[in-house]
């Protein structure tokens, strides 16, 4: 199966950005048979949070633009956006580490079985 991941990072190398403070998410595509993942672009977002406030409306601003993602890395996540991003079936890691280091953890662990990962992309 083929899965959208994204990761919230502010230079595409790393996953450096708290969920309601990232900018923009860097999206790609694991394909869990040939165990292979590439990325494909980015997707600009307007932060959820401001200055320790958030809002849902925010949250669902950023999980929209998101559109088909299965799976979102951040480096942190607080109790609400966890909560808002799981009620919406999407799976959220925090995994402050290289994109790269990411998927490999993820690839090794085999999430997306354990998971049960949700809006696979294609078989």
Same mark, same amino acid.
């Given at each position: 199966? !083929?899965f959208t ?7 595409? +190398? ?5 969920? =309601?403070?990232? @900018? ?18 980015y997707i ?17 601003? !950023? ?9 979102? +890395? ?5 109790? =609400?956006?966890? @909560? ?40």
């Amino acid at each position: 199966m !083929v899965f959208t991941l994204a990761f919230a990072s502010n230079d595409g +190398v790393n996953v450096n950005e708290h969920f =309601g403070q990232a @900018r923009r998410f860097y999206s790609g595509l694991l394909d869990t048979e040939k165990e292979d993942f590439d990325l494909t672009g980015y997707i600009d977002v307007t932060p959820s949070c401001h200055g320790g406030e958030h809002s849902v409306d925010g949250f669902g601003a !950023v999980v929209d633009a998101l559109a088909g993602v299965s799976v979102i +890395v951040v480096q942190r996540a607080g109790p =609400g956006a966890k @909560r808002f991003i799981s009620e919406k079936g999407i799976k959220l890691y925090e995994i402050p580490l290289s994109i790269e280091q990411a998927v490999c953890l993820l690839m090794e662990e085999k999430q997306w079985e354990a998971d049960k990962w949700q809006y696979h992309t294609k078989n």
